[in-house]
């Protein structure tokens, strides 16, 4: 069970991360059709913020597989912002600003993001692994 649960979250994490790098490219190229806040105005922090969300979601699944469940949850919990934070750009337009191409990556990244904190819930709430690696002595 303990090897399905590190296989789903690399699956998880692997989708994850191929639909967010669709959607921060996307973000990055086309940065002035992107209604978004004013400090958001160079592509390069777009694709900074990917490659550090990313890197941490991946140190995260590493840190799942080595049952430090803590950090990983931390990590896996920073990591899914990088989804969950995609309907943010609603805030700073109206919904015909948007393409559909944007509406869609916008869609897909959120719904990634929700998969894997809904991950996060799940193995911290209802698989519960996490409490047989804590030392009681």
Not at 6 to 23: C, E, G, M, W
Not at 103 to 124: E, M, P, V
Request: proline content about 2%; hydrophobic content about 50%; glycine content about 8%.
């Amino acid at each position: 069970m303990k090897y399905q649960c590190q296989k789903l979250l690399l699956y998880l994490l692997f989708s994850s991360i191929v639909i967010t790098s669709f959607h921060y490219a996307d973000n990055g190229i086309f940065i002035d059709k992107y209604p978004s806040p004013e400090w958001i105005n160079n592509a390069n922090l777009v694709y900074i913020a990917w490659i550090v969300l990313t890197l941490i979601g991946i140190v995260g699944y590493f840190l799942y597989k080595r049952g430090m469940f803590r950090f990983a949850y931390l990590c896996l919990g920073i990591y899914s912002f990088t989804g969950l934070s995609s309907p943010g750009h609603y805030f700073y337009g109206e919904m015909s600003k948007f393409s559909l191409r944007m509406h869609t990556l916008i869609l897909f990244d959120f719904f990634a993001g929700l998969l894997i904190f809904g991950f996060i819930l799940w193995s911290l709430f209802i698989k519960t692994d996490w409490r047989n690696s804590i030392d009681l002595d």
